[in-house]
């Protein structure tokens, strides 16, 4: 028999124990004293999953089976309703009153258990995800203190082992509950469970444990509902974890801590249920075991259409995102170097997905999108589960991350350092070495920090490289209209005699430096990333080709920077302002696109899709926001150009330089 909020039992059986029962009867704890003001968000939580699972202890085909417990019912559904009004103002707001105003309804109604359950299940849901709630442990909780605990708060009622037989409880009406009864924790999540420690219950001898730590609370969920599953369950849950079946199911803690054992079943199957009874026991494994990217992307595709279902459009299209940043794009580049076509439809079908939760598109047409991504990671999954790369596949893909990565970044660097050596002053030329330099130092550094020591998300990944590019690009623009505009005779003669007897000015050296920086230090990081990629694909019997790869691409990358050194001594010194200053122009537009699509990548910008051709290295991508930023780049390239030509008809003055 559960225990009732509003009949609770009395105090006094033991001389030195004050005795308590926790919600729904599943904790007798130590007097902690009294309960203290929660979070109202965290409260309705915790009034959401006593309602889910206690009113079919009240009502029974249509008739109430126990009238006390039946008015407590209508208490905490009006309790539920006023504390969601309480809340802070968000786009989801409007929509949970209205489903909370359902749920009362219903229960005035003696609607059907298993209604008045799936109401508030998805009640619950809908605010964890409209106000982005805390719902796991930040770490794995540690279940030998959670042993601890329990062995000091609440054994004496409910025992040694849990079964409700404990000294203190004995002569209780009704007696403790029994942590071995299967059908009844089936219906309970970790997260009801430590609702109940932190928060108490209101109006009774249940006191608020706040007065325990955070991790404290969660250890002691943790272990409690360690209680109710079997050995063989626990058990075939490990054999599952071991062999990495499953894992994209639990990507974190949220859906171990969550779910009933009830709803892991319904969602994931009994394979799914010993998973999750496997983890309670274990939570230090998700830690050792991280699932991979596209298993963590395709649980977060499926985790952003069930928040879309629940109307949470805003939050639906973060995990969109999430799934893109922190799921396939860790494994993009190991994709395009076994199926460059697949990598290109999953980008393209993962973006349009995200487009729909953005625009509020229907909730079936968001359904098939999923479906659609969903399939095509998948089948990522078996081709690079199933593929090792073969000796002249890494050396080519070695090669080819470099020279993509590289090139743009050495055509700046490379026309930067003629532009001095025309000019010149070579000994300005060390700035520019040292700000190529320092990029690259720094973006060894940021990947070992976020190897090792700070994780570093995708979306902050992609806005480091979408402001660099813009800011780049910004700079390009600049530099090379200025370059151009010394293209003409009468501009270069006056600027090279200027030079003989001056300097360049400070401002001008420390541009060039950063310009420098900025063109290598955006793709730094995530070269290094491809290249761990791709080391993970090829095993250490394909190291030696990754190595010559990447030896190979470097010295064609220096053969190109020579090249170029080479030609601008022998090109007329008018033209070589005038090519420089195109090629600027041009890696300005190319930079742009770019940048605006890693903005769009971490979700900063939208990206609405239009048919037109995809060429990444050119920074062209079919959407609206980039082929007009680079149309506008594009106008004020020209606008330059014709600018510089007019102007260069007259002398120029210092101010111009």
């Not at 299940?121 to 279940?143: C, E, F, G, M, V």
């Not at 047409?365 to 990522?380: C, E, K, N, S, Y």
């Not at 062209?620 to 106008?635: D, N, S």
Request: hydrophobic share 50%.
């Amino acid at each position: 028999m559960a225990y009732s909020f509003s009949r609770f039992f009395p105090t006094g059986i033991a001389a030195t124990v004050a005795l308590r029962v926790a919600f729904g009867g599943l904790l007798c704890l130590a007097l902690a004293g009294p309960a203290r003001a929660a979070d109202p968000a965290q409260t309705v939580l915790h009034l959401l999953d006593y309602i889910a699972v206690d009113y079919a202890e009240t009502v029974e085909n249509g008739r109430v089976k126990n009238a006390d417990e039946y008015r407590e019912m209508h208490e905490f559904a009006g309790q539920v309703q006023g504390l969601i009004k309480g809340l802070p103002e968000n786009e989801g707001r409007a929509r949970l009153l209205s489903e909370a105003a359902t749920l009362a309804k219903r229960i005035n109604a003696k609607a059907s258990p298993t209604e008045i359950t799936d109401k508030a299940t998805a009640l619950r849901w809908a605010l964890i995800s409209a106000y982005q709630l805390q719902i796991a442990p930040k770490a794995a909780p540690d279940l030998k203190a959670g042993a601890a605990l329990y062995k000091e708060h609440c054994a004496a009622c409910h025992g040694a082992e849990g079964r409700g037989d404990g000294p203190a409880g004995k002569g209780l009406e009704p007696a403790p509950s029994n942590f071995h009864d299967g059908e009844r924790m089936a219906q309970r999540s970790v997260y009801g469970l430590y609702n109940t420690i932190t928060l108490g219950v209101d109006g009774t001898g249940m006191a608020a444990y706040k007065h325990l730590n955070e991790d404290e609370r969660w250890a002691l969920a943790f272990y409690v509902a360690d209680f109710a599953p079997d050995k063989a369950t626990r058990e075939q849950g490990a054999a599952l974890w071991t062999a990495g079946k499953g894992r994209g199911n639990f990507p974190d803690l949220d859906n171990v801590v969550t779910l009933s054992a009830n709803e892991a079943r319904e969602r994931f199957g009994a394979d799914g249920a010993a998973l999750q009874a496997y983890l309670r026991a274990n939570p230090q494994a998700l830690a050792a075991g991280k699932p991979s990217p596209l298993e963590f992307a395709i649980a977060t595709v499926d985790k952003s259409l069930d928040t879309y279902r629940a109307g949470q459009r805003a939050a639906a299209a973060h995990l969109a995102i999430q799934a893109y940043l922190e799921g396939f794009e860790l494994v993009e580049s190991s994709l395009r170097n076994v199926d460059a076509d697949l990598m290109t439809r999953i980008e393209r079908e993962m973006m349009a997905y995200r487009g729909l939760l953005q625009s509020g598109a229907g909730v079936e047409q968001a359904r098939q999108q999923a479906a659609a991504v969903r399939a095509l990671l998948v089948a990522a999954r078996e081709k690079l589960d199933n593929t090792r790369l073969s000796s002249a596949t890494t050396f080519v893909s070695a090669l080819v991350i470099l020279l993509r990565e590289g090139a743009e970044a050495i055509l700046v660097v490379a026309a930067i350092l003629a532009f001095l050596a025309r000019a010149g002053r070579p000994e300005a030329r060390r700035w520019v070495h040292a700000g190529w330099i320092a990029a690259l130092a720094l973006g060894g550094i940021t990947w070992a920090v976020s190897s090792y020591l700070v994780e570093i998300s995708g979306a902050g990944r992609e806005m480091t490289e979408g402001v660099t590019a813009l800011i780049a690009a910004a700079m390009l623009l600049y530099v090379g209209y200025w370059l151009h505009s010394k293209s003409h005779s009468r501009a270069w003669q006056q600027f090279i005699a200027d030079k003989v007897g001056g300097a360049l000015s400070k401002g001008t050296v420390w541009a060039l430096a950063l310009i420098s920086f900025l063109a290598v230090y955006r793709e730094a990081f995530e070269t290094v990333l491809s290249y761990q990629a791709l080391s993970a694909q090829a095993g250490p019997e394909g190291y030696g080709a990754l190595w010559g790869g990447l030896a190979t691409a470097s010295a064609l990358l220096v053969a190109v920077a020579w090249a170029i050194l080479r030609a601008s001594v022998k090109l007329p010194i008018g033209l070589f302002f005038s090519i420089s200053g195109i090629l600027l122009l041009i890696l300005a537009v190319v930079f742009t696109g770019q940048g605006i699509a890693a903005l769009q990548e971490a979700g900063r910008i939208g990206a609405d899709t239009v048919r037109f051709i995809s060429v990444p290295l050119l920074g062209i991508y079919p959407t609206l926001q980039t082929l007009g930023a680079q149309a506008v780049a594009l106008i004020l390239s020209a606008f330059g150009l014709w600018w510089a030509m007019r102007a260069g008809k007259r002398p120029m003055n210092h101010k111009e330089q």
